[in-house]
């Protein structure tokens, strides 16, 4: 992650060529509004094919994002790179993106048909080949029988299926998405995801896709980047992120997660071993591979719900110990329980198990521990100065 | 690839207000309806007494009509000062309804959407709505003898212009307000140079709007009177003018052809309009 201030100054590489295999990159993007730092050295780059989504809370900067690469706002610094070429100043009718809006934005004096052909129009296609193509689309994303029918007439589903259709249709080599789904109740939300997610694996086009819904994040991406006050905290797989967030913020705002300080005991590139303040317990956690900890110096443990279990206390057996402490709820939550524990030095911890284990026979206000069912999803974060998301 | 299944439409739950309270549940139906005939028929009365007066066959301006007749209808069309009068009017009214339409769209983009100068802004547009015709028609006396635009059919427009300017300001400027803002970036992504996005969207979009307005603004410059007389003097002698001049001294029932003409005209204007509007709802591009 060596991004020069000094590459403005480089030309174009001519015969290295710019990669073909990326989609889109950013490159040191920065934005602010009234001085207020909006978005801060942004660097990501997407491979062509690729789904990758911008996960953030609302003012995290992600949006501001999405405008720059579509041309709707000029960035401060930084450069937008598709394919290779360096788009930042390039207005965003030659930019040759399809956008999905959160509202659609279909033109609702035009047909379904119409709307599809607007694009096509534009690029100067007309006659039998304009009718073809504005008629292949409708049939891949199966609105052919309402071709001819205005927005307002269409479900939430096929208004979001057409407005896919005309950001597809001009074969954009990136397609944005703006929370294109925000709208929605989360029953129609969660089969438009599916539909989505089939929908790319059929076309593959490259997507960036801006949502605040974790959940979603997780269903739809290939590769999920987390942006928190301006700037990207973390990028990776999802199974990645989860397993090995880098920041209490990650950890918080990707699933659920526990945090319990600790004090490093040991440090390997990958792994450290800890000891729990509340308990003096010792295990060996993961860490992302870029956080450095000091021996000695304090952390935090991410310990997710899933991974804990409760057991009697001092059960013995190859489970590794957490904390001890006094549980105080239990619900049942469909197939698992739900129970909370605190430990006399006033941390409370969520455990998320299923009822057959220990926590069946337990009553609230029992001495228990709480011990590890897999140490595979532990972290240990650098302690935090920021605000976590609850 | 397995098929997509379609989710229903979200349905809107259909809620009806009963506005009648309970007391008056009551009073019989028919007895309403005899009610709101009644108001009808007081409201529509004034402009259908013009039909039975202008197509009697006495001469003299009276009700109950002596006998039907075409032929003050055939009086008016065959003379030219009413002929002349109507070729006036319709001509003022066009150049009205398009210096209004211009001026009132060009305001509605313009003006911004909140904040105090828009409530200064709009104020100022809606003034001639309140201020006496009279008032108004002294206040261009001035400008207008200076400018020779005095006496003249477009000076007499562009007075009736500002008569009818709140009405397409109004107008469009809600088409613009409701409009998605969206839908402008959407179609520059989608390769829309700003002067497309205009013509193909934006101004599609609002038509409905301005074609409201303009259709007010003829209806009001049909039938203006004192801005008229005030500033066309007799040589811009719109019907109104003319219809003035003649009651004075003559009452025959021509005067009453010439307002059944106006009526059935300002009729077929705003049907004419509200199919547009229909059409191009409907339509679109």
Redesign the interface.
């Given at each position: 992650m060596t991004i020069e201030s000094d590459h403005a100054g480089s030309s174009p590489d001519g015969d290295s060529g710019p990669d073909a295999a990326i989609g889109l990159e950013l490159r040191g993007l920065a934005k602010s509004f009234h001085g207020v730092k909006v978005v801060e050295d942004v660097n990501l780059s997407i491979k062509v094919g690729e789904f990758v989504t911008l996960l953030g809370p609302s003012g995290s900067g992600k949006t501001t994002c999405l405008n720059m690469v579509?041309?709707?706002l000029l960035p401060d610094a930084g450069e937008v790179l598709i394919k290779g070429q360096d788009l930042a100043q390039v207005?965003?009718?030659?930019?040759?993106?399809?956008?999905v809006?959160?509202?659609y934005?279909l033109?609702?004096?035009?047909?379904v048909a119409?709307n599809i052909a607007?694009?096509l129009k534009?690029?100067g296609v007309k006659g039998a080949e304009l009718k073809e193509r504005v008629r292949q689309a409708l049939v891949q994303?199966?609105l052919e029988a309402r071709a001819k029918a205005?927005p307002r007439e269409?479900?939430?589903?096929?208004q979001q299926?057409a407005a896919l259709a005309?950001a597809l249709v001009?074969e954009p080599s990136l397609i944005l998405f703006d929370e294109p789904l925000g709208a929605l109740d989360r029953?129609?939300r969660e089969?438009l995801q599916v539909?989505l997610r089939?929908m790319h694996e059929?076309l593959r086009f490259t997507a960036l896709y801006v949502t605040h819904d974790q959940e979603e994040a997780l269903r739809l991406s290939d590769r999920i980047a987390i942006m928190n006050e301006a700037r990207i905290a973390q990028i990776g797989g999802c199974e990645d992120i989860y397993k090995r967030p880098r920041s209490a913020f990650v950890a918080k705002f990707l699933g659920d997660a526990n945090m319990l300080k600790v004090t490093v005991l040991d440090c390997k590139p990958r792994a450290c071993t800890v000891r729990v303040e509340d308990s003096q317990a010792t295990m060996t956690a993961n860490h992302g591979e870029e956080s450095q900890f000091e021996c000695g110096g304090q952390a935090l443990l991410v310990a997710r719900p899933e991974a804990l279990s409760v057991s009697v206390p001092d059960r013995g057996g190859d489970a590794t110990l957490l904390v001890k402490g006094e549980l105080t709820d239990r619900v049942f939550v469909g197939q698992d329980v739900v129970s909370t524990v605190d430990t006399p030095q006033g941390s409370r911890i969520t455990i998320r198990e299923r009822p057959e284990g220990d926590i069946a026979g337990l009553k609230i206000g029992d001495n228990v521990d709480v011990v590890w069912r897999t140490l595979e999803s532990s972290a240990v974060v650098p302690v935090s100065t920021e605000e976590l998301p609850e | 690839m397995s098929a997509v299944t379609e989710l229903p439409p979200l349905v809107q739950p259909q809620v009806s207000l009963r506005l009648r309270p309970k007391w008056l549940q009551a009073v019989p139906r028919v007895l309403w309806g005899a009610l709101i005939a009644i108001l009808l028929f007081y409201v529509a009365l004034p402009t259908l007494f013009v039909f039975p007066l202008a197509l009697t066959g006495g001469d003299v301006l009276t009700f109950p009509p002596q006998g039907w007749s075409l032929i003050h209808v055939r009086n008016v069309a065959a003379d030219p000062m009413w002929r002349e009068a109507f070729v006036t009017s319709i001509q003022v009214a066009l150049m009205a309804a398009a210096i209004a339409a211009v001026i009132g769209t060009t305001l509605a983009a313009v003006i911004p959407r909140r904040g105090w100068l828009r409530v200064g802004l709009e104020a100022t547009v809606a003034l001639p709505l309140v201020i006496p015709p009279v008032v108004l028609a002294v206040a261009w006396f001035g400008p207008w003898s200076s400018l020779h635009m005095l006496y003249t059919p477009l000076g007499v427009a562009v007075t009736h212009a500002f008569l009818g300017l709140p009405f397409v300001y109004l107008n469009v400027a809600g088409a613009i307000n409701s409009m998605d803002p969206q839908l402008a970036l959407a179609a520059r992504s989608l390769g829309a140079r700003p002067a497309v996005v205009f013509a193909r969207i934006t101004f599609p979009l609002v038509l409905p709007g301005i074609i409201a307005g303009v259709v007010l603004t003829l209806i009001f410059s049909f039938d203006e009177l004192i801005l008229s007389l005030f500033l066309g003097g007799g040589a811009v002698a719109t019907l109104p003018v003319s219809m003035w001049g003649q009651i004075q001294y003559v009452t025959s029932p021509d005067i009453a052809a010439v307002a059944m003409i106006a009526t059935v005209l300002t009729i077929s204007a705003v049907a004419l309009a509200l199919g547009i509007q229909v059409a191009v709802r409907r339509r679109g591009r």
């Open positions: 579509a041309g709707f207005p965003p009718e030659h930019r040759g993106l399809g956008i809006f959160q509202s934005a033109f609702p004096h035009m047909s119409d607007f694009p534009r690029r994303v199966e205005k269409l479900s939430g589903g096929q299926r005309r001009f029953r129609l089969h539909q089939e059929r | -």
